[in-house]
């Protein structure tokens, strides 16, 4: 699986967006990207996810770069409780040795 | 309510003594898997299951063992646990694959004395 790198902590005020960004220069063409984020030490809750195109949920918005090697996870109004742990993580769809790396703490400010 | 739930959700031990960590899933999924965090190693996949009696090592297996009997249970079986294996453990499951969508158990947190 392509090894991702983020940034290691961010701020944001609470209402504006959260633009979360990650790299995955060594990305494959059947590899997907995928966001998670963990509150406190709870489990671990599934964002989103996309291989090539723009992806939009309830949640968050994806934004994939025509050359696949980096991407931006949105949130569009953060709140306090969006206070986390953000993961990008790059892999086929088979999984196996699925890595969550360090993440990106997340810090919203009132 | 879909859900995952582990049981014990803490759990301290003493070296040598076997221990299993039960796994459950409500949602009818076929992939399931174990993960452990540890402070600066973010999370491992410990095990993966793709079906009933379909079983696969992940990152980290050494010292795990675990079964799928059911489609809804997913225990890890720490036969002999070591210092080494105290943890926060978590159990996956997802419905497409092994990744896409998982949902996670809120967490087991093991110490072995």
């Known amino acids: 699986d392509a090894k991702t790198t983020q940034p290691t902590s961010m701020d944001c005020a609470e209402g504006r967006a959260a633009n979360l960004p990650c790299n995955h220069s060594?990305?494959?063409?059947?590899?997907?990207v995928y966001w998670y984020r963990q509150i406190h030490s709870q489990g671990p809750q599934y964002i989103i996810h996309?291989?090539?195109n723009n992806e939009t949920n309830e949640m968050a918005s994806l934004i994939i770069t025509e050359d696949r090697k980096s991407s931006t996870l949105i949130l569009p109004h953060a709140t306090l409780r969006d206070t986390a742990v953000y993961y990008c993580?790059?892999?086929?769809?088979?999984?196996?040795?699925?890595?969550f790396g360090p993440g990106t703490r997340l810090s919203v400010l009132p | 309510e879909a859900q995952v739930t582990q049981n014990p959700r803490y759990l301290i031990t003493v070296t040598g003594k076997k221990l299993t960590v039960t796994c459950s899933q409500n949602?009818?999924?076929?992939?399931m898997s174990w993960y452990r965090q540890d402070p600066g190693l973010g999370l491992r996949q410990i095990y993966y299951?793709?079906?009933?009696?379909?079983?696969d090592k992940g990152d980290v297996p050494e010292g795990y063992k675990v079964s799928r009997k059911e489609k809804r249970n997913f225990p890890l079986i720490l036969e002999s646990p070591s210092p080494n294996q105290t943890s926060l453990y978590f159990c996956?499951?997802?419905?497409?694959?092994?990744?896409?969508?998982?949902?996670f158990g809120p967490g087991t947190r093991l110490t072995v004395t």
């Open positions: 996956a499951s997802s419905l497409k694959d092994l990744v896409h969508e998982q949902y």
């Open positions: 060594t990305i494959s063409g059947n590899e997907y």
């Open positions: 996309g291989l090539k």
């Open positions: 993580i790059a892999s086929d769809n088979y999984g196996q040795n699925f890595v």
């Open positions: 949602m009818n999924h076929e992939y």
């Open positions: 299951s793709m079906n009933v009696e379909v079983t």
